[in-house]
């Protein structure tokens, strides 16, 4: 469990869609941060580059279609993880900004390169069929 231990930031997010033809999750620049801490409690969010501001910090800012549009352009979940077998590791979702995620396992197969950590989720389903997703990430360092 240890080599996922830390805090990790995003540095791609790329796929496959229905029809084979890869894709960009999020745009070309989206931004993230994953956390695996020694308890086995795990956290990520996840926003697409580009997204709208609403001209407010207001929490009710913000018309229907732009809250749509944001919520449409981020992914944030939480809960715990644990390791079945080498090369995977499964999210126990407790929280998530998708309503019906909380109680979800998301089983990834992982590997290590240098200091990249490479997440591939399994295969979901779409209208053009089947999907898959790479994220990348990248091993922060302590400041200070």
Not at 24 to 33: A, D, I, L, V
Not at 54 to 74: C, I, L, P, Q, V
Not at 91 to 120: C, F, N, S
């Amino acid at each position: 469990m240890s080599e996922l231990i830390g805090e990790w930031s995003l540095v791609s997010w790329t796929g496959v869609d229905g029809h084979g033809n890869e894709v960009h999750h999020g745009g070309e620049s989206p931004k993230g941060e994953l956390i695996y801490l020694e308890s086995g409690r795990m956290a990520v969010q996840i926003q697409s580059d580009g997204r709208a501001g609403f001209g407010s910090t207001d929490w009710s800012a913000g018309t229907s279609e732009e809250r749509a549009r944001a919520y449409s352009t981020y992914n944030a979940y939480c809960g715990t993880f644990s390791l079945p077998e080498p090369g995977v590791v499964v999210h126990h979702v407790e929280l998530a900004i998708h309503p019906d995620q909380a109680g979800m396992d998301k089983r990834r197969e992982y590997t290590l390169e240098g200091d990249e950590l490479v997440l591939r989720t399994q295969p979901f389903d779409t209208p053009t069929g089947p999907a898959t997703s790479e994220l990348r990430w990248r091993r922060r360092q302590p400041s200070g």
